[in-house]
């Protein structure tokens, strides 16, 4: 029997029982790993029953289901968090104690899920969270990923990337559901024929892969809800060649389970080839196809071949436009599998779905090449065709004559199936994830289509879950708020909003700045730990910790570095507050000067420790292998929060709010929610700096603007980039950051010269930090701003944004 969450003689048992039972061991003889194991499972038992209730209640209550797909699912470590959800983190705490069992040394045994790789995967699993929280009966839906992106290593100063084998040791969390195995075809010919008075399509000499689902249940916070992740692994139907094999011809007999395995081997495989291209248009179609499959299968178990209905009973949720191939496979299973008319199953189609946008980065939107398609998915790609054909015919009746507006909306030009328009014209509602994000929608990427149905489109700001980047990743913290609010706020984010007089109390900031004192005395150690590197926490600990791109913009961070280290070595007098710059990010394997930026960093970091005087003042380091469980470090320890994307390109961000929660003060440009935390804390509690969306959309359109200019007037910049190309960082390879140099004075190929505007913007940039340097060293000043930050922060947890989703958009 499961152990009840407040029973700690029951815990107990049932953790030294389980060890005995699959391990024959005792608590005394055991590793680590076997205790987290079977503590783990007595966890998940208790989990098991309020799952098995939870589908019960659902299934009585025939209401509606989301299914939210999404590429990845930033997860996180299970343990802690289920247990906060279930309010039974001090029972167990309590019962391993009586064990000699330290908690947090379990916690470090389960290894990070490697199913997802920045805010996209992060967003979505918060959203599960708080789906479940909320009592709204969904499944989120990705790929089991073998080894996920990567595991990062920094050797010589440069990324390199590593295979992450998370699932090695097995995953205590999940549960194979084999009766749910479904089969995705790829290829083949489709062959065409009349039966039944009407015209029928059958996939011929296709191959044929197994899409094998495992779950993982997700606890929302005080709730009897539990919601389900599943994730899909491929397997090939072709039983092992044992003759092949005997002949000796042993790669020959693999070569099948190899080819099927392949889809879920890595998260966003690199796809500057053809290959690479292909694979991943392979995954998105499998794990979109068997989710489709499955539930249209519960749908005719429940209501039957009524799908009328299905608009009533199920929704789709395209987290991005990775997902989109969901929206013809749901026409093709309607048409071809349940003998509908187009017309019926389109309008079931187009009232089932609804899309989320992430980006405005053209090369983020993405687009597949027709013949990829045509030759991988044949089926999909005439189900494409005709609702290419039918979107036309609508727009020219809108546009008449305007071709090329017209071709900018299809779903089919150019020789690229443009996935972002399939998204649009086929879905009921869609959603931008900040509102600046919103107006940039509608007044650009998708005007066009915003004039046709201004209904469809919406904006709801993206929000993080609270229980956990505060709750579990800061405690001190969270015990400082209850002690002073109250418990309130665990449950309603909302709550911490009763802070705000506190901010003006002596002896509140004192305790708050003793939590955060520890906080970063814990990240030291880590950083000490991990790479054997010293950060003193007396020195202002200043992060930017995110995915790493061109237009969040590392590079003007860098750039900075680099000038303050002049001013300290040209000027021996000159002093500032001893601060250390924290790094954490990866950088797609393909993308080179992403990596680029990376080494430049690294050498900065060599260049300081070099010189006596700048090290006293100045630290850098880049934190190895940027995950959930680091971030759950790094954040309760920041004090400078750095958001620099270029004005107009961060649809949302996410770590902006964490960081806020969390008490570090936002330095940043007003771009995607840092807009809303200007809003809601006031000029006085944030350092914006940078042009604003519009001016930065005019500098593009008038192609005037000329980095040159700046490089030849500002002395400071004109020295820093001079070293980049003079051997000061690398003395024997001194061109190796030529370029860096060369996109930021002449461009690519001729293309545009610092087309994220990082010498434009700096000047400002430059002037926000000592702004901020100075207020730093008026402490009252400064605590009074990071305890505001944190009472604000409440708007931004996820329960908010789902139930902003549900009443717009789901309607459950």
């Known amino acids: 029997m499961p152990a009840k969450a407040c029973d700690m003689n029951a815990i107990r048992e049932c953790i030294t029982g389980k060890l005995l039972r ?85 916690m470090e045994e389960e290894p990070e899920p490697a199913l997802g790789n920045g805010g996209l995967g992060r967003l979505a699993a918060g959203f599960l969270d708080s789906l479940s929280t909320l009592g709204i009966p969904s499944v989120g839906s990705t790929i089991r990923y073998e080894y996920g992106l990567f595991r990062q290593r920094i050797v010589d100063g440069q990324q390199v990337e590593l295979p992450d084998p998370w699932l090695q040791d097995g995953n205590v969390w999940e549960i194979p559901v084999t009766e749910d195995i ?42 009897a809800a539990v919601n389900t992740l599943r994730t899909w692994s491929a397997r090939s139907r072709e039983s092992f060649d044992l003759h092949t094999f005997g002949r000796g011809e042993y790669d020959k007999a693999m070569d099948e389970m190899r080819m099927a395995e392949v889809i879920n081997k890595v998260l966003y495989p690199e796809d500057s080839h053809w290959e690479g291209k292909m694979l991943r248009m392979k995954q998105q179609y499998f794990f979109t196809s068997a989710t489709v499959q499955t539930a249209v299968r519960k749908f005719k178990k429940r209501y039957g071949t009524d799908f009328g209905r299905m608009p009533e009973k199920v929704v789709f949720h395209i987290n991005d436009t990775h997902p989109g191939l969901a929206i013809p496979e749901l026409m093709r299973i309607l048409i071809d599998n349940e003998g509908l008319g187009w017309d019926s199953a389109q309008g079931i189609v187009n009232r089932c779905f609804a899309y989320t946008n992430h980006t405005v980065m053209q090369e983020a939107l993405e687009r597949w090449p027709q013949e990829m398609m045509k030759q991988t998915l044949p089926r999909i790609y005439m189900i494409l065709e005709e609702m290419n054909r039918r979107l036309c015919e609508d727009l020219f009746r809108a546009y008449p004559d305007q071709w090329d507006r017209i071709g900018s909306m299809a779903i089919l030009s150019y ?27 509608t007044d650009g990427l998708f005007h066009d289509y915003w004039l046709l149905n201004h209904d469809k489109f919406t904006a709801i700001t993206n929000g993080i879950t609270h229980r956990r980047w505060l709750l579990s990743a800061n405690p001190k913290l969270t015990e400082l708020l209850e002690e002073a609010i109250g418990p309130g706020f665990r449950g309603d984010a909302q709550e911490l909003e009763k802070l705000k007089p506190f901010a003006g109390d002596a002896a509140f900031r004192d305790k708050y700045a003793a939590v955060k004192r520890q906080n970063k005395e814990r990240l030291s150690a880590l950083i000490k730990h991990r790479q ?70 690294n050498a900065l970091k060599t260049l300081i420790e070099s010189h006596p005087r700048a090290s006293e003042m100045l630290k850098v380091v880049y934190i190895e292998n940027y995950d959930v ?9 920041a004090e400078i929060s750095q958001q620099l994307s270029t004005a107009g390109k961060e649809a949302s961000g996410t770590g902006n709010m964490k960081f806020m929660m969390n008490g570090a003060i936002t330095l940043g440009t007003m771009d995607g929610a840092n807009v809303e935390i200007f809003e809601l804390v006031g000029d006085e509690n944030i350092y914006i700096f940078g042009m604003r969306a519009d001016t930065v959309e005019n500098m593009y359109k008038s192609g005037a603007y000329n980095p040159m200019s700046i490089f030849e ?15 000061t960082l690398f003395p024997r390879e001194p061109l190796a950051l030529q370029e860096l140099y060369h996109t930021l004075l002449v461009g690519d190929h001729g293309g545009m010269a610092d087309s994220y505007f990082v010498l434009k913007d700096f000047g400002s940039y430059s002037m926000a930090n000592r702004r901020m340097m100075d207020d730093y060293q008026n402490r009252d000043k400064w605590l009074k701003m990071a305890v505001m930050n944190t009472a604000m922060s409440g708007h931004f947890s996820s329960d908010r944004t789902i139930k902003e989703y549900n009443e717009r958009i789901w309607r459950m």
Request: charge should be neutral.
């Open 22 to 106: 699959y391990y024959g061991v005792t608590v005394e003889s055991a590793t680590k790993r076997q205790i987290y194991k079977a503590t783990a499972i007595t966890i998940r038992d208790q989990i098991m029953q309020m799952w098995m209730e939870s589908k019960k209640k659902n299934e009585a209550e025939q209401g509606k289901t989301l299914y939210y797909l999404s590429i990845e699912f930033l997860m996180g470590r299970s343990m802690n968090q289920n247990l906060i959800n279930m309010c039974a983190q001090e029972h167990y705490t309590a019962a391993l104690r009586d064990l000699g069992v330290d908690i947090l040394d379990l």
């Open 182 to 223: 479904c089969q995705v075809q790829f290829g083949g010919e489709v062959k065409e024929y009349q039966a039944g008075g009407r015209w029928r399509f059958a996939l011929e000499n296709a191959y044929t892969i197994d899409a094998v689902p495992y779950d993982m249940p997700v606890v929302g916070y005080g709730s």
């Open 415 to 441: 020789g690229q199936v443009q996935m972002a328009n399939l998204c649009v014209s086929q879905s009921y509602s869609v959603n931008a994830v900040s509102q600046l994000h919103g107006k940039i929608l």
């Open 532 to 601: 054997n590197d010293t950060v003193s926490p007396d020195f202002i600990f200043d992060v930017q910790a995110k995915r790493l791109h061109e237009y969040k913009r590392q590079l003007l961070n860098a750039l900075h570095i680099q000038v303050l280290y002049n001013r300290i070595a040209d000027d021996p007098n000159y002093s500032m507050p001893p601060r250390a710059f924290l790094f954490g990010a990866k950088a797609a394997p393909g993308y080179h000067r992403a990596k680029l930026i990376i080494r430049y960093i």
């Open 629 to 637: 469980s680091t971030a759950e470090i790094i954040m309760p320890a």
């Open 713 to 727: 007037s500002n002395a400071e910049i004109k020295k820093a980039m001079g070293q980049l190309i003079d051997g």
